[in-house]
């Protein structure tokens, strides 16, 4: 019951939830009044699209 190591798959996994992370993101920068905290938030959801970006250029 061994399974094979595919670094594809984890890569894919990881794309995966900071897409999920930046659905959470964008939902409650529409709800935030402060603008400093959306100014942040805003930040986090630019960090996380590049990090997904990044990743997909290691996919082959």
Same mark, same amino acid.
């Given at each position: ?15 995966? @939830? ?7 993101? @964008?939902? @409650? ?26 990743? @997909?250029?290691?996919?082959?």
């Amino acid at each position: 019951m061994s399974q094979v190591y595919n670094p594809e798959s984890e890569v894919i996994a990881r794309i995966e @939830r900071l897409e999920l992370d930046a659905r959470d993101i @964008r939902r @409650r920068v529409e709800h935030v009044r402060n603008p400093e905290d959306r100014r942040v938030m805003n930040r986090q959801l630019e960090e996380i699209k590049q990090e997904i970006i990044r990743l @997909r250029f290691r996919l082959p």
